[in-house]
Nanobody, 122 residues
């Protein structure tokens, strides 16, 4: 079993920045794949990023690839999503996931965190 804990969400003005984190624990293997997804009310869950927890691979979705970056603290099994130039359309619950393969599909992941809310005001 893997536990994922997101933190760092909040309210920010358009153009601002936030960094959210996802800490993994439990029966966790650093070579596993991870993902960030977001979901706004009334909308489907949307792919944001997929990454390896340890080896440094990252793939970002087109709407965010020029504004968001992934970093890691391997010793703490923690991944960070740095979000810059935030826009109102980035407002959503952001969820961290872990699984066995790198994928952009949310239903391919085995474990999920509880989510952290990011709200961007215009």
């Amino acid at each position: 079993q893997v536990q994922l804990l997101e933190s760092g969400g909040g309210l920010v003005e358009a153009g601002g920045s936030l960094r959210i984190s996802c800490a993994a624990s439990g029966r966790f293997f650093s070579s596993r794949a991870g993902g960030w997804f977001r979901q706004a009310p009334g909308k489907e869950r949307e792919f944001v990023a997929t990454f390896t927890w340890d080896s440094g691979y990252t793939q970002l979705a087109d709407p965010v690839k020029d504004r968001f970056t992934i970093s890691r603290d391997k010793a703490k099994n923690t991944v960070f999503l740095q979000m810059n130039d935030l826009r109102p359309e980035d407002t959503a619950g952001y969820y961290c996931a872990a699984g066995g393969v790198l994928t952009t599909k949310w239903n391919d992941y085995d474990f999920w965190g509880q989510g952290t809310q990011v709200t961007v005001s215009s």
